[in-house]
């Protein structure tokens, strides 16, 4: 696993189309918060939001959920959650090609 596959997955999963068949669950979405921003800035270093933040709250306890994790394990785990979410979906030419490109990034 690759830094540049991290970045693939990280490209693609931040523009797939709303309407598509990748489905990503609410639980992925928080998962894949937390593993980005526990690669990219580490531990979580801010108070969590107020009770009234729902979203803010979610982000920051799958962000903190995530803490101690090293940088590249982080980003190994992000790209497994890529997988998770792709490969059911692997018979379609579309998502094939993504999840190549991941494989493939160097």
């Known amino acids: 696993m690759s830094e540049a ?9 931040r523009n797939l189309p ?3 068949p990748a489905k990503v669950s ?9 593993l ?4 990219t ?28 994790k090293s ?4 980003m190994k785990d992000y790209v497994d959650v890529f997988m998770e979410i792709f490969k059911p979906l692997e018979d379609d030419a579309e998502y094939a090609k993504y999840i190549q490109e991941v494989q493939n990034a160097a």
């Open 36 to 39: 980005y921003k526990q690669a």
């Open 26 to 34: 609410q639980s992925q979405q928080i998962k894949v918060y937390g």
């Open 41 to 68: 800035e580490g531990d979580c270093n801010i108070s969590r939001p107020g009770m009234l933040d729902f979203t803010g709250r979610a982000k920051w306890d799958g962000w903190n959920a995530e803490k101690g």
């Open 5 to 13: 596959q991290f970045k693939k997955a990280v490209e693609i999963i």
């Open 71 to 74: 940088k590249e394990q982080a």
């Open 18 to 20: 709303k309407d598509g």
